[in-house]
């Protein structure tokens, strides 16, 4: 089952019109350009926005068509802002207690669940005043929780925070994305937020979605805005397989192959996300063996695109099934003889963990 919603919204600056069919599963971000509509979708979902049209189905219950409009307060979701709007004359306990008394489903086992989730128990008597902008945003996600919601949105959870405090709390994001079941709308316009958590990629421009579907399938089009980027690429989940003490790296293996990265803390068999940069990956006709590059994979040429600048080519590359971005010259592609459906080695000078 998935959400379905076909929704538009028309203000005298702005058109909201989207058609969308979302996973109700694992994290998908609404993520674009500020005013390219992340919020006012996810207002138009909540049911925040009285003027909006369209259909909105969540599973199996229709919160919105032409004869029916669900209140916010009768849609099971939980609303995460980006200011944390905690009760300022209750402590957390009485925060997270308001929340729970709001759901028909809460009890004191999902209670507990959700505090030892968020590690917020030893704030429970804190007044909210005396927490941190990390930890308020923890207390935030956990009230959100305790209203038993069908589906989590939240709003730049981060955007207030600053880069520590967004660094303690990313862990436990990622917690809600691997032990939670329901669906999460996350809104960003930090692309390394995205790339670490979402499974399903929305991208908005003007009011419209111009491209949505799996996070790597959306990174690596070439007719979206995403490639166009300096430090477009792809984000690939691996598989922690092997660690070399000796020269501090680790081993990671994916659908297409295997590749080395610096020696992190992180046990064998876990699994983690990498980032390659279009830029860091050149091509050669034959496998190299005199060069300082670790990682060589065998690829095959799906396609080229032009980039802004005209001396440049962007190289869609498969690898057993997976997808990488090539940055390479024009020069380069002529000298080689580069053409589509032809084996290459792609070279990757650089792989990066995400988180």
């Keep these: 089952m998935t ?18 069919n979302l996973p109700s599963s694992g994290v998908t971000a609404l993520y674009g350009a500020s005013g390219s509509g992340k919020t006012t979708l996810l207002r138009c979902i909540a049911g925040l926005e009285r003027e909006c049209r369209g259909t909105l189905q969540v599973k199996d219950e229709t919160w919105q068509d032409e004869g029916r409009f669900l209140p916010t307060h009768q849609r099971r979701i939980g609303y995460v802002f980006q200011e944390a709007n905690l009760f300022p004359h209750l402590d957390v306990a009485g925060n997270l207690d308001f929340a729970a008394r709001r759901s028909q489903t809460a009890d004191s086992r999902n209670r507990a669940g959700v505090i ?5 128990g030893h704030l429970l008597t804190r007044g909210v005043e005396k927490l941190s902008g990390g930890e308020r945003q923890r207390v935030a996600i956990a009230r959100a ?16 925070l600053d880069a520590a405090r967004k660094s303690d709390i990313m862990p436990f994001l990622e917690r809600l994305h691997t032990e ?23 991208l908005l421009d003007q009011g419209k979605a111009i491209g949505a579907g799996p996070l790597d399938e959306v990174c690596t089009r070439l007719d979206l805005p995403l490639a166009q980027r300096d430090d477009a690429g792809v984000v690939i989940d691996a598989v922690v397989s092997a660690h070399d003490r000796e020269y501090h790296l680790m081993r990671l293996d994916f659908a297409g192959g295997s590749l080395h990265a610096g020696l992190k803390d992180l046990p064998l ?16 006709l034959s496998c190299p063996t005199d060069s300082s590059i670790n990682n060589r994979l065998c690829a095959t040429i799906v396609d080229f695109t032009e980039t802004h600048h005209p001396s440049q080519l962007l190289t869609r590359l498969d690898v057993a099934g997976t997808i990488l971005l090539a940055r390479i010259t024009r020069r380069s592609r002529d000298q080689l003889g580069l053409n589509v459906g032809q084996q290459v080695w792609a070279q990757i000078k650089s792989v990066a963990l995400v988180g």
């Design 3 to 20: 959400i379905s919603a076909c929704l538009q919204l028309t203000r005298p600056e702005f058109v909201l019109n989207v058609d969308l």
């Design 180 to 202: 939670l079941d329901i669906p999460i709308l996350y809104v960003s316009h930090a692309f390394d937020e995205v790339a670490r958590l979402a499974d399903h990629l929305v």
């Design 145 to 160: 929780l305790l209203s038993s919601p069908q589906l989590l949105m939240m709003d730049e959870p981060l955007a207030s």
């Design 269 to 284: 068999g876990s699994r983690t996300r990498v980032s390659i940069q279009a830029r860091d990956v050149s091509l050669a």
């Design 116 to 120: 030892e989730l968020l590690a917020i």
